[in-house]
């Protein structure tokens, strides 16, 4: 059901998933594409927003803040994966796998790799702070509008 603190904790997931989005570039290889890294991602912070913190919202206080860190750590995953998973599309269709156990066991390696290489002290500090401060502040509107 749609409420005020589901709308605001998606908007502002998707405003952190836009921050922590416009670090990464900088965090690749020079000539690496990223397609449409910021579309899906900031998508996926509305989605994440909405579904996760959304709910928590409503009950203010701790609970807000601990539901804006899982997220956020959420949102971290999820995104990650994603683009490991349309990496490893591109690379199928590329012919690089003989069948497709190769390619499903592949896609957590390029999932990891992926989220080693763009987990930095500074994108992760920006990710968790900028949940508590989401969270903290869905919470308010949670409280005050539910």
């Known amino acids: 059901m749609p409420t005020a603190a589901r709308l605001v904790s998606a908007l502002l997931f998707m405003g952190l998933a836009y921050l922590v989005t416009d670090m990464v570039p900088a965090l690749l290889e020079d000539g690496q594409p ?26 203010g206080g701790r609970d807000a803040i601990g539901g804006g860190v899982t997220t956020g750590a959420a949102l971290f995953i999820t995104a990650t994966f994603v683009q490991a998973f349309m990496r490893m599309i591109k690379l199928s269709m590329r012919g ?51």
């Open 34 to 59: 990223y397609g449409y890294l910021y579309e899906i991602t900031v998508a996926l912070g509305a989605i994440c927003g909405w579904t996760i913190m959304g709910p928590r919202a409503e009950y």
């Open 96 to 146: 690089r796998y003989d069948n497709a156990p190769e390619a499903v066991a592949k896609v957590f390696e390029i999932w990891f790799e992926f989220a080693m290489l763009i987990a930095t002290p500074k994108l992760l500090i920006t990710l968790v702070l900028g949940s508590v401060i989401a969270g903290s502040i869905a919470g308010g509107v949670g409280r005050r509008w539910s």
